[in-house]
């Protein structure tokens, strides 16, 4: 008898790297049952349906959460610290991959649409103090996704030669004007 927990983390690892490679359009619960040596009707049973599967690797797949957590003061350079990192280096989470092959059905992107108003604006907002702080959570979340989508598109080259910590001071600015009240 196989533990359930187990084999809901290797639906969910296999999952999470086939929606990354493929796309969620073209990947298949066959496939994915196949990459997690786990049985198809297992994989309705722990998340219903693809979309729930989708939607649970998306629930489970940023980092981005450990970076809002912690003093609302710091929040500014947290998230340039992140975000320096990520365009110095040019690295693509695996979850970024994943949104940027998930295909234009509509209940994906509704799911997609949730976790970014809930796990990125709804929890930024929730650490601000002051007026329209969804406002201004809103603000850096679009700037994030932009320069994200800037990064995949471009690489690390237009930065290659910058000082990161330069690069993260300015970012820094940048956040804390978004989110000041």
Known sequence: MRDRAATSRRILEAARELFAEHGYEQVTMR???????????LINRYFGTKAGLF????????TLEAVIEGDPEGLPARLAARMALRLH??????????????GTSPEIRAVLRARVEDAMIGAIAAR?????PRERAALAVTFILGVSSLRRLLGPEPLHDSDPAAV??????????????
């Open 31 to 41: 496939m994915i049952a196949a990459a997690a040596d786990a049985n198809v009707s």
């Open 55 to 62: 939607a649970q690797v998306v629930a489970t797949g940023s």
């Open 89 to 102: 280096t040019g690295t693509v989470e695996q979850l970024t991959r994943t949104i940027d092959r998930a």
């Open 128 to 132: 601000l103090s002051g007026p329209r």
């Open 168 to 181: 993260e001071a300015r970012l820094t600015a940048v956040f804390a004007a978004c989110l000041r009240p």
